[in-house]
């Protein structure tokens, strides 16, 4: 895993490399093994890499790569699973290699594809995670893509005829940006913000599956090669043949999750894994151990908190630990260190991303590096593929709702708004009663809300809301429409996790905490023939009643304890809820002062107060949505207000 960054420029502008090498300090922490770059002014061309090396560590590996004519080069941030598949192809077309890397595998692999002007086949040809630039030197153009489930992030700016693009927007020409207004809404809404759109309005994401040509400064083409699979996308007829018993979703499962795990193995590096003592990390354990038997496993303690619904899982990961006979070491998060670490936390995220649970991802990673691992295996991507949610239960549910008048359950909502929102119980109770107010699909698109537009907007200042009026895209909605109408609402549901959640959310904040570690992250559940495979299960096997990963949990009772399988749920968080009120209350104060927002200008400062004091009396429970507040000051202190510095290590 690297850190990649490059431009295309109008060759009539005068112009050097002094921002690739600029770009490389600011990537540091991507790939402390190595660093390069090249510059082809003719073309207006250039690219600049940072590498963690995992596969050939050798100097064969580096990169920027040329291929052995020279017409070609690449950076590449990723891995392919599959490469050495891919390989003996490349050799059977007569292609010979130097290294043993993938990078050169994938090299080879556009040049056939591209002389058969097959892109999206090449693209459609990958297993694995990646955000790579390859340069065509005699085409003058560069293509840049991302792979479909956007497990590596990219993102670009263009402006005066030029292009650039890097692995984090830190890396990005950062002067004259300003903020855009729909992208604040929706980082508040959702505490990530779907789609393309970033804080800056000039810096946006390459999506998920797509891919760019190049040319000059400009965007010549876009591809959207990749779509996520569906029970209503065409099936083979071998598909067809599928038997619909449970015995076969559950073997299948089971084998498909192993093939999985040890395809992502391949590594010249130790290789480590996440061990919550969950369902999905123990999963990933169970059938890594298989590989390497004493596979090196990291997990967290924190202090329990009633009132974030949080419990201690160290036992359940001492539990697998023990059963599976693997070694697992233990960090503690001590509520003194968060609050300057999360000053930090926002500039190494380049997003306000107000999710506490990347901490849990950055601690685990600088202690696995502590102990020599460079590659970590995560359960992220379970719960989006067959689900775990809470929101995926209540979707099997609330078709009920509609039984009772809309009248009725508009007035028991309001009813329970006055209810003391400290207690988790009725929280939730409170949410799914305001649910029940709302049509179907707009249920589907609020279980993802954490504050209501109603509820958002007073807390803007009146410039900002002007600012916002007709501003507001909608991802989300649009992506939701768009899917066949007779698709289960449970699928429905994951479409949506997968399509925004997990890239948005899950993978961007995994990505930038393992990476500010120097530790790459790979994600089995993710893997695309699982993937394939996982949507062609039905809900029911998937959700049962209440009982959410039902086939999951039925595949992985050879291979790990009951209580384990069957435990309730908790989410891989943080107690922010009672740090806010108690460790973090002066923090919150200082970024949240009347002072301070009113010099912004985003919020207004009366309304924030009201905020502060009804969540800290329990008349609401505004948590994330302060948080959500409080990092978006932080992003702006960081990038608007001064000069963009080194990461946090």
């Given at each position: 895993?690297?850190?990649?960054?490059?431009?295309?420029?109008?060759?009539?502008?005068?112009?050097?490399?002094?921002?690739?090498?600029?770009?490389?300090?600011?990537?540091?922490?991507?790939?402390?093994?190595?660093?390069?770059?090249?510059?082809?002014?003719?073309?207006?061309?250039?690219?600049?890499?940072?590498?963690?090396?995992?596969?050939?560590?050798?100097?064969?590996?580096?990169?920027?790569?040329?291929?052995?004519?020279?017409?070609?080069?690449?950076?590449?941030?990723?891995?392919?699973?599959?490469?050495?598949?891919?390989?003996?192809?490349?050799?059977?077309?007569?292609?010979?290699?130097?290294?043993?890397?993938?990078?050169?595998?994938?090299?080879?692999?556009?040049?056939?594809?591209?002389?058969?002007?097959?892109?999206?086949?090449?693209?459609?040809?990958?297993?694995?995670?990646?955000?790579?630039?390859?340069?065509?030197?005699?085409?003058?153009?560069?293509?840049?893509?991302?792979?479909?489930?956007?497990?590596?992030?990219?993102?670009?700016?263009?402006?005066?005829?030029?292009?650039?693009?890097?692995?984090?927007?830190?890396?990005?020409?950062?002067?004259?940006?300003?903020?855009?207004?729909?992208?604040?809404?929706?980082?508040?809404?959702?505490?990530?913000?779907?789609?393309?759109?970033?804080?800056?309005?000039?810096?946006?994401?390459?999506?998920?599956?797509?891919?760019?040509?190049?040319?000059?400064?400009?965007?010549?083409?876009?591809?959207?090669?990749?779509?996520?699979?569906?029970?209503?996308?065409?099936?083979?007829?071998?598909?067809?043949?599928?038997?619909?018993?449970?015995?076969?979703?559950?073997?299948?499962?089971?084998?498909?999750?192993?093939?999985?795990?040890?395809?992502?193995?391949?590594?010249?590096?130790?290789?480590?894994?996440?061990?919550?003592?969950?369902?999905?990390?123990?999963?990933?354990?169970?059938?890594?151990?298989?590989?390497?038997?004493?596979?090196?496993?990291?997990?967290?303690?924190?202090?329990?908190?009633?009132?974030?619904?949080?419990?201690?899982?160290?036992?359940?990961?001492?539990?697998?630990?023990?059963?599976?006979?693997?070694?697992?070491?233990?960090?503690?998060?001590?509520?003194?260190?968060?609050?300057?670490?999360?000053?930090?936390?926002?500039?190494?995220?380049?997003?306000?991303?107000?999710?506490?649970?990347?901490?849990?991802?950055?601690?685990?990673?600088?202690?696995?590096?502590?102990?020599?691992?460079?590659?970590?295996?995560?359960?992220?991507?379970?719960?989006?593929?067959?689900?775990?949610?809470?929101?995926?239960?209540?979707?099997?549910?609330?078709?009920?709702?509609?039984?009772?008048?809309?009248?009725?359950?508009?007035?028991?909502?309001?009813?329970?708004?006055?209810?003391?929102?400290?207690?988790?119980?009725?929280?939730?109770?409170?949410?799914?009663?305001?649910?029940?107010?709302?049509?179907?699909?707009?249920?589907?698109?609020?279980?993802?809300?954490?504050?209501?537009?109603?509820?958002?907007?007073?807390?803007?200042?009146?410039?900002?809301?002007?600012?916002?009026?007709?501003?507001?895209?909608?991802?989300?909605s649009a992506y939701l429409q768009s899917l066949p109408a007779g698709l289960h609402r449970l699928d429905k549901l994951l479409l949506l996790e997968q399509r925004f959640f997990l890239p948005d959310h899950n993978l961007a904040y995994t990505d930038k905490m393992s990476m500010a570690a120097g530790i790459e992250v790979r994600v089995p559940f993710l893997d695309l023939d699982l993937l394939q495979f996982s949507s062609l299960i039905p809900p029911h096997y998937k959700q049962r009643g209440v009982h959410g990963k039902w086939v999951l949990k039925k595949a992985m009772e050879p291979y790990l304890p009951r209580h384990v399988i069957y435990r309730s749920k908790t989410g891989f968080g943080l107690p922010l809820r009672r740090w806010l009120r108690v460790e973090l209350r002066d923090w919150l104060a200082h970024l949240l002062s009347s002072h301070r927002l009113s010099q912004?200008?985003?919020?207004?400062?009366?309304?924030?107060?009201?905020?502060?004091?009804?969540?800290?009396?329990?008349?609401?429970?505004?948590?994330?949505?302060?948080?959500?507040?409080?990092?978006?000051?932080?992003?702006?202190?960081?990038?608007?207000?001064?000069?963009?510095?080194?990461?946090?290590?």
């Amino acid at each position: 895993m690297c850190g990649i960054s490059g431009f295309s420029f109008n060759s009539k502008i005068s112009t050097n490399s002094d921002w690739l090498i600029s770009s490389l300090n600011k990537l540091h922490h991507r790939g402390p093994d190595n660093s390069g770059y090249l510059f082809e002014p003719s073309l207006g061309a250039g690219l600049a890499h940072t590498r963690l090396s995992i596969l050939d560590t050798s100097t064969m590996g580096n990169q920027p790569m040329y291929s052995s004519d020279g017409s070609l080069a690449i950076v590449f941030n990723g891995e392919i699973y599959n490469f050495r598949e891919l390989r003996s192809f490349l050799i059977s077309n007569g292609f010979t290699f130097g290294s043993r890397s993938d990078t050169e595998v994938l090299l080879y692999l556009y040049s056939y594809y591209s002389s058969l002007n097959q892109l999206t086949a090449f693209l459609n040809s990958l297993n694995g995670i990646f955000a790579f630039a390859i340069l065509d030197l005699q085409a003058a153009t560069i293509f840049v893509a991302r792979d479909g489930l956007g497990v590596k992030p990219l993102y670009y700016r263009q402006f005066n005829d030029s292009f650039y693009f890097a692995s984090e927007i830190k890396a990005l020409p950062l002067s004259g940006i300003e903020l855009d207004p729909s992208s604040i809404y929706h980082y508040l809404t959702y505490l990530w913000c779907p789609g393309s759109g970033t804080p800056a309005s000039c810096i946006r994401k390459v999506l998920p599956g797509e891919a760019l040509i190049l040319s000059q400064g400009s965007v010549l083409q876009r591809l959207q090669w990749f779509s996520l699979p569906s029970s209503t996308m065409p099936i083979s007829p071998q598909q067809r043949r599928i038997s619909h018993s449970s015995h076969f979703y559950i073997s299948q499962t089971a084998s498909m999750l192993r093939s999985a795990v040890h395809r992502q193995m391949v590594s010249d590096v130790p290789v480590g894994a996440f061990l919550s003592g969950g369902l999905d990390s123990s999963s990933i354990v169970a059938f890594a151990r298989e590989v390497k038997h004493d596979i090196h496993c990291f997990t967290v303690d924190y202090p329990d908190s009633p009132a974030d619904g949080i419990v201690s899982e160290i036992p359940y990961a001492q539990s697998v630990s023990r059963h599976l006979g693997v070694p697992l070491e233990v960090v503690r998060i001590e509520p003194g260190r968060i609050a300057s670490d999360l000053s930090q936390l926002i500039f190494q995220l380049d997003e306000p991303l107000a999710d506490p649970a990347s901490l849990n991802v950055l601690y685990i990673c600088q202690l696995a590096r502590q102990h020599g691992i460079k590659v970590l295996l995560s359960g992220a991507g379970g719960d989006d593929i067959f689900t775990g949610y809470r929101r995926h239960r209540a979707a099997i549910f609330d078709s009920i709702l509609d039984i009772f008048p809309r009248l009725a359950r508009v007035k028991i909502a309001e009813l329970s708004a006055s209810f003391d929102q400290r207690y988790t119980f009725i929280r939730r109770f409170t949410k799914f009663l305001e649910l029940s107010t709302l049509d179907r699909n707009q249920r589907l698109l609020h279980y993802f809300r954490w504050i209501s537009r109603r509820d958002l907007e007073p807390l803007f200042t009146s410039d900002f809301r002007e600012a916002l009026r007709n501003s507001i895209d909608d991802p989300i909605s649009a992506y939701l429409q768009s899917l066949p109408a007779g698709l289960h609402r449970l699928d429905k549901l994951l479409l949506l996790e997968q399509r925004f959640f997990l890239p948005d959310h899950n993978l961007a904040y995994t990505d930038k905490m393992s990476m500010a570690a120097g530790i790459e992250v790979r994600v089995p559940f993710l893997d695309l023939d699982l993937l394939q495979f996982s949507s062609l299960i039905p809900p029911h096997y998937k959700q049962r009643g209440v009982h959410g990963k039902w086939v999951l949990k039925k595949a992985m009772e050879p291979y790990l304890p009951r209580h384990v399988i069957y435990r309730s749920k908790t989410g891989f968080g943080l107690p922010l809820r009672r740090w806010l009120r108690v460790e973090l209350r002066d923090w919150l104060a200082h970024l949240l002062s009347s002072h301070r927002l009113s010099q912004r200008g985003l919020f207004d400062p009366i309304a924030v107060q009201k905020l502060i004091l009804a969540n800290e009396e329990g008349r609401i429970d505004a948590t994330y949505t302060l948080f959500s507040l409080a990092s978006i000051e932080l992003w702006c202190t960081r990038f608007l207000d001064s000069n963009v510095s080194h990461p946090m290590v």
